[in-house]
């Protein structure tokens, strides 16, 4: 894996962009797939080769890419657009209303966009915005059964969250994270790429990339194993240095960022950890072996 540029803040998602432009093709004559129990909306788009099996539902104003499948009693509600390759398992249910007591049912919004190749599996929600932009999914994620995205989201590309793990609204995820059974994350949050939450754990706070948390609301250590399965090993020297300064030298985090810049900038992988760090607004993650946690 060739790893992005760190710099650019928009590559620490890797989001798709918010069209799909696939390559044009002459009119063709095959139709999707629907089974006779599928009801789907007339203003529903549907590439040709789709299927759209037993009871599932489709409503309102849905985009569906070539080789998306929906296996069964899945549910869609637009505003919503799917990428290429996409499997939607029983009982998923996206783009439907958000949990928000000030959302009207009635207003439109920006509704969802999913990007390509991602596998939601058994029980699956994932909301629709209340805000300007819509919840986003990147490309090649896997959501095991019963995850949740809430409304505002935004989530990176080749994300795992296992099940039953949980995002509240307005959060951004990037990508290559893991959010393992039961992981759950505040609303308003930050989890940086290639980080890791392990099971049953939760977190209130910015989680920087690298880094895994194995204690409740607290960070334990570099997520090693992730950066080895990613092609960082040359990066984690550093990255241990850029840590042991955030987490062990009793400064501020401002005063931390400022020390990773001008020691560690050299590495691009430093270089996003200290950026993230500058622009955290809601505070990092404790660190396992502290009692207190210097963000001032």
Partial sequence: MTPNNPNDPANTLNTPPQTLNHDPKPPSTTLPTIHPTA??????????????????IIEGDVTLGPGCKLVA?????GPLTMGKDNTVYPFACIGYDPQDRKFGPDFQGAGTLIGDRNVLRESVTIHRATAANPTTLGNDNYLMANAHIAHDCTIGNDCMFANSAVIAGHVTVGSNVILAGGAG????CRVGRLSMLS????????LPPFCIVHHTKRVGSLNVIGLRRNGYRDNIKPLQ???DLLYKSGLTTPKAAEQIEQHLSDDPLCAELAHFLRTASRGIT?????DTMYSA
């Fill in 286 to 290: 404790q660190y396992a072996g502290s």
């Fill in 39 to 56: 009801i789907v909306d007339p203003k529903a788009t549907l590439a040709d080769d789709v299927v759209v099996g037993p009871y599932c």
């Fill in 185 to 188: 994350v505040q609303q308003f």
């Fill in 241 to 243: 240095q850029a840590f």
């Fill in 73 to 77: 009693h899945a549910c869609l509600k």
């Fill in 199 to 206: 099971g049953n754990e939760g977190i209130t706070k910015d």
